[in-house]
């Protein structure tokens, strides 16, 4: 069993930025992919950007493109989502998740973001 715990969530201003960590009870380096999501409040979990962790190659939804950095310390079996620039429509619950090479998931327990004036 994977265990993801997530840090770093908290009020922010539009503009400013934030560093969300998720600490992995396993090897960064044994998953397929990691990445993050996020959940708005009454709508359906949304993927935010993933990590190949063998390639180091990255993807990120268009919404975020160009403003949020996923980036892994495999020393420290952590995964890191540099989010800069932030908008009011990016308030949400963000959520670690870990998928292995046989497709199963693990999931942090969220960490709320809020971005208001």
């Known amino acids: 069993q994977v265990q993801l715990v997530e840090s770093g969530g908290g009020l922010v201003q539009p503009g400013g930025s934030l560093r969300l960590s998720c600490a992995a009870s396993?090897?960064?380096?044994?998953?397929?992919?990691v990445g993050w999501y996020r959940q708005i409040q009454g709508k359906e979990r949304e993927w935010v950007a993933s990590?190949?962790?063998?390639?180091?190659?990255?993807d990120y939804a268009d919404s975020v493109k160009g403003r949020f950095t996923i980036s892994t310390d495999n020393a420290k079996n952590t995964l890191y989502l540099q989010m800069n620039s932030l908008k009011l429509e990016d308030t949400a619950v963000y959520y670690c998740?870990?998928?292995?090479?046989?497709?199963?998931?693990?999931w942090g327990q969220g960490t709320q973001v809020t971005v208001s004036s």
């Open positions: 998740n870990s998928r292995t090479w046989s497709r199963e998931d693990y």
């Open positions: 990590i190949f962790p063998d390639s180091s190659t990255t």
């Open positions: 396993a090897s960064i380096l044994s998953f397929l992919t």
